[in-house]
């Protein structure tokens, strides 16, 4: 019994901790998106760059965050 009650709190764990990742992905990509803080110049990112920067970063976000809220609907 505790050994599914460990099981649980990882998938939780990771779960939670993916959904975070894919979130922060996001937000970094509206943060470059509307230059905020000068952000773009600090990074060192081109214009030229930018639209496939963005089309990773949401992507990659997209595809954390539904992988996380699927592993805590699976528990």
Request: proline share 3%; aromatic share 10%; net charge positive.
């Amino acid at each position: 019994m505790t050994q599914m009650k460990a099981k649980r709190t990882l998938v939780v764990a990771v779960g939670l901790t993916q959904s975070a990742i894919g979130m922060s992905a996001l937000i970094l990509a509206c943060i470059l998106y509307f230059n905020f803080l000068h952000i773009q110049s600090l990074l060192g990112v081109s214009p030229e760059l930018l639209p496939i920067s963005l089309l990773i970063l949401s992507i990659s976000g997209f595809f954390s965050i539904t992988g996380g809220f699927f592993l805590l609907h699976e528990h």
